[in-house]
């Protein structure tokens, strides 16, 4: 297939899935029949490619919400059958916005709104707790292959403990889709946003965290992924153990301390000071001779507040260590302090900063 054609593909693709989108948003009640027998033509109408790395194929934002909104779809959700790369480019490369300010879960067979700081346990019986009250209990045999998509808007975060003793918090502006149990061979999540790990050890069963540019592999480790679709730099920053970064076919171990950046499908690693890239857990913000404009970008996202940068303070570099649980504007009257600039916050509630 040549490269017109192939374009030509991509568009119909992406055009045919954003039809069915609109045509949706229409409608109050989703006929799952339809979306199942709409999805089944948009699969067979366009050969998804298997190789890893082929995410221009813009799935379409149809395919984005629906694919996971839908997760009784037989085709993508059975045992043994759910495609990865088909998850992969459908989330992220959706188009859609995420309306709801609240925390969402959508699990097979429900759609739950969480509160900010929610915690989730899935436990080995088959349960479901969150902020420690059961919401579920299935067969294990039943949910242990069904997918979950939690989206935790800006302004929110959340952690998930899985069945195995993984923990995982998951930072603003993030999606993570994940089996209720692992399989028993390979353990497997999917991210777009931040998250940071601490993987239970289980030499028998490794541990994949998939996103948009790269694969991290694992068997028992602690590290923080940082994979925003909108951010021009991807990282992965290893706080103990050891982790297999695969970018493009191109394998990288790092060690602690050390953080692999990937930018255009190239990478690079440095020596960090691990503290500066995963305090956000902990609800402290630091940061050494960064860009302003990166900093600025991550409040932004924390507090789920929009924020515009005047370009000519962006490059500013800075340093130094923020409280968030303090609020936004304490942080706020802390950078303009030692920019030496200013800040307001106008009528729709955004925020502009400028000289």
């Not at 436990?123 to 420690?132: H, I, S």
């Not at 939690?150 to 993570?176: L, Q």
């Not at 255009?264 to 960090?272: A, K, M, Q």
């Not at 507040?305 to 942080?331: F, M, Q, R, T």
Request: proline residues 3%.
């Amino acid at each position: 297939m040549n490269k017109a054609e192939n374009n030509i593909r991509k568009t119909s693709f992406k055009k045919a899935g954003q039809a069915l989108i609109d045509h949706i948003q229409e409608t109050e009640k989703v006929d799952l029949q339809r979306i199942e027998q709409s999805l089944e033509d948009l699969k067979n109408n366009y050969q998804i490619q298997h190789k890893r790395r082929k995410l221009w194929l813009y799935a379409a934002s149809a395919a984005a919400s629906l694919l996971i909104a839908a997760l009784s779809i037989n085709f993508l959700y059975s045992p043994n059958s759910y495609d990865w790369d088909m998850l992969a480019t459908s989330l992220l490369n959706d188009s859609i916005p995420h309306q709801d300010k609240e925390i969402t879960l959508i699990t097979q067979n429900d759609r739950m709104k969480l509160s900010n700081e929610a915690s989730l346990e899935y436990k080995k019986n088959g349960t479901l707790q969150v902020n420690k009250e059961d919401v579920t209990k299935e067969n294990p045999v039943r949910h242990k292959e069904k997918l979950n998509h939690i989206i935790v808007p800006k302004g929110k975060r959340a952690t998930i403990t899985f069945s195995d003793g993984t923990s995982m918090y998951i930072n603003s502006g993030s999606h993570v889709i994940y089996p209720s149990d692992f399989d028993k061979n390979k353990r497997e999540i999917l991210v777009e946003g931040e998250v940071y790990l601490e993987v239970a050890k289980d030499p028998k069963r490794p541990f994949f965290v998939k996103t948009k540019d790269f694969d991290v592999k694992v068997l028992g480790t602690t590290f923080n992924v940082s994979a925003y679709k909108d951010d021009a730099i991807a990282s992965v920053v290893l706080v103990e153990g050891k982790v297999e970064v695969d970018n493009n076919d191109q394998k990288t171990t790092i060690r602690p301390n050390e953080k692999i950046a990937i930018t255009h499908g190239e990478s690079t690693v440095s020596i960090v000071d691990v503290n500066e890239y995963i305090s956000w857990k902990d609800y402290i913000m630091l940061f050494a001779e960064h860009r302003a404009g990166d900093v600025f970008t991550r409040l932004s996202r924390y507090y789920g507040v929009h924020i515009e940068c005047d370009p000519s303070i962006a490059s500013y570099p800075v340093s130094g260590k923020l409280d968030l649980k303090s609020g936004i504007n304490n942080s706020l009257d802390i950078l303009t302090e030692l920019l030496d600039i200013k800040y307001k916050t106008e009528p729709d509630g955004s925020i502009r900063i400028f000289q």
